[in-house]
């Protein structure tokens, strides 16, 4: 029992010395400081304002065939709704071009029998015609989908100037969003972002730093101590765990002061669950550093081996459901996918513990597995 405890305070304190060793060395290396602290916030700076899924601003030429009261106040419509900015034609050949060019992202036609469409049949059909580039199928959606709303808008007003309110439908749907009122993407993808960012930065920072080390000969100089190479794994994981807390501070800081994005969990919540995610992440840059023992290669291991699959397979732009089966299953071993799932919880719904304890423990047993695979490939060996 004796030697037990004298070789338990022996190991914490090598620990102990390794983390203070550690802790010098990111304060004496500036590439530390730019890959924890001024790459997140680049980061989430690029992700917050330059990537979007909204289009609030359409470009769209109006071809107005028909001049009569009924065609002039439609196109109206048009012309005052936030979500267009109207080219007016008299001819449909005129905006083609602007079209293929990309200037215009639709063009609505008002055909010359436009005034006959309250002698339709129930008014079932649109007299509208709408023309969009299927070349992007998002915006084509879009222009389609506003049109709509437009002309249907401008229906019920015409009604109810008509005097004939009665003749609209008897039931109505009242359409309600949760957790994401307003529709806005960035409340979603600025939450999602952060599983991106700490999936680099927690992955580039262990993979460069001791494939530096090695490189630099400082590794061999520790491998030729009485240091147990767990020891060494856990006084890596314990500095670099500090710097990328700091990081994900820094981002969640950011995300609810300069982005607006509501925060609706836990502070300490969201504390775990990235304490966890940390695990998969620092534990996959020293893989990568133990296999490579090079800069330039951890650099592309790292991109490879984290940021590609999380920024694809982790549900944060593509959907997984949408996805190919075989690829369905492959994202089920991306650390990435629950840590998506768990921040867009905790931040536009709250703590779902039936979600978050699930996914937490995931991402726990996939932290442990690749930190025992690295502890079993890293031999306390210079060759």
Not at 126 to 136: K, L, N, R, S, W
Not at 171 to 198: H, Y
Not at 202 to 226: D, H, Q
Not at 363 to 373: D, P, W
Request: glycine residues 6%.
């Amino acid at each position: 029992m004796l030697n037990n405890q004298r070789a338990w305070r022996g190991s914490f304190r090598r620990i102990r010395a390794l983390v203070i060793k550690e802790s010098y060395q990111i304060i004496y290396d500036p590439s530390s400081i730019l890959i924890s602290v001024v790459l997140p916030i680049i980061l989430l700076f690029l992700y917050g304002f330059g990537v979007s899924l909204d289009l609030n601003t359409v470009n769209i030429g109006l071809v107005m065939e028909d001049t009569s009261p009924d065609a002039r106040g439609f196109a109206q419509s048009l012309t005052d709704s936030t979500y267009f900015n109207v080219t007016f034609a008299r001819d449909r050949r005129e905006l083609l071009d602007p079209l293929l060019a990309g200037t215009i992202r639709g063009i609505v036609v008002i055909p010359s029998y436009f005034s006959e469409f309250r002698n339709f049949p129930e008014n079932k059909e649109a007299p509208i015609q709408v023309i969009t580039d299927g070349g992007e199928p998002n915006t084509a959606s879009f222009v389609q989908n506003y049109v709509a709303q437009t002309w249907v808008k401008w229906l019920i007003q015409e009604g109810i100037y008509a005097g004939t309110s009665a003749e609209l439908p008897k039931i109505t749907v009242q359409s309600r969003f949760w957790f994401n009122e307003a529709l806005e993407s960035r409340n979603f993808l600025v939450p999602g972002s952060l599983a991106i960012i700490m999936t680099l930065i927690g992955t580039t920072l262990t993979a460069l730093v001791i494939a530096r080390e090695w490189e630099r000969g400082t590794m061999e100089a520790l491998m030729a101590t009485p240091v147990h190479i767990s020891e060494i794994l856990i006084a890596k994981l314990i500095s670099y765990f500090a710097m990328a807390m700091v990081s994900m501070t820094c981002c969640v800081i950011g995300t609810i002061i300069f982005y607006g994005v509501p925060f609706r969990g836990s502070m300490f919540v969201l504390a775990v669950v990235t304490s966890v995610f940390l695990l998969s992440a620092l534990g996959t840059g020293l893989l990568i550093s133990t296999v490579t023992k090079n800069q330039l290669a951890a650099s592309q291991a790292a991109q490879i081996a984290g940021f590609l699959p999380a920024y694809i397979l982790s549900g944060f732009i593509f959907e997984i459901g949408s996805m190919p089966k075989i690829i369905q299953l492959v994202t089920y071993v991306v650390p990435a996918r629950y840590f998506v799932r768990s921040l867009l919880s905790i931040f536009l719904v709250g703590n779902v513990w039936s979600l978050l304890i699930v996914d937490t423990l995931i991402m726990f047993i996939i932290g442990i597995l690749i930190l025992v695979l690295t502890s079993r490939i890293i031999v306390k060996r210079l060759d």
